[in-house]
Nanobody
């Protein structure tokens, strides 16, 4: 089975960079056809897709966050990371990593991490 686990600091100060790591087990992040995503959910709001890194190493970002977002991967550790710069309290959210692939009819997110709370506060 595929398991994803988020890790990183739970508290970040405004203007700093939020950094999280997703560790994947049960499948290689280079497996053909899969994409490895970061998604967040602010309190009381819906899910917001941040971006992903593909099995090929290509990255894709939400237009609204692209200027502040970097997603990297480390294939030797089977991990991928999120860096979100210049954070404000509006970036406070539960952050998830998740796997997906494009299927007929849409996109399927089949495996998720349990999520990690990140609070931006001074």
């Amino acid at each position: 089975q595929v398991q994803l686990r988020e890790s990183g600091p739970g508290l970040v100060k405004p203007s700093q960079t939020l950094s999280l790591t997703c560790t994947v087990s049960g499948d290689s992040i280079t497996t053909n056809g899969y994409y490895w995503n970061w998604i967040r959910q602010p309190p009381g709001k819906g899910l917001e897709w941040i971006g992903n890194v593909a099995y090929s190493g290509s990255t894709y970002y939400s237009p609204s966050l692209k200027s502040r977002t970097t997603i990297l991967r480390d294939t030797s550790k089977n991990q991928f990371t999120l860096q979100l710069s210049s954070v404000t309290p509006e970036d406070t959210a539960v952050y998830y990593c998740a796997r997906d692939r494009t299927v007929v009819g849409g996109t399927l997110f089949d495996y998720w991490g349990q999520g990690t709370q990140v609070t931006v506060s001074s």
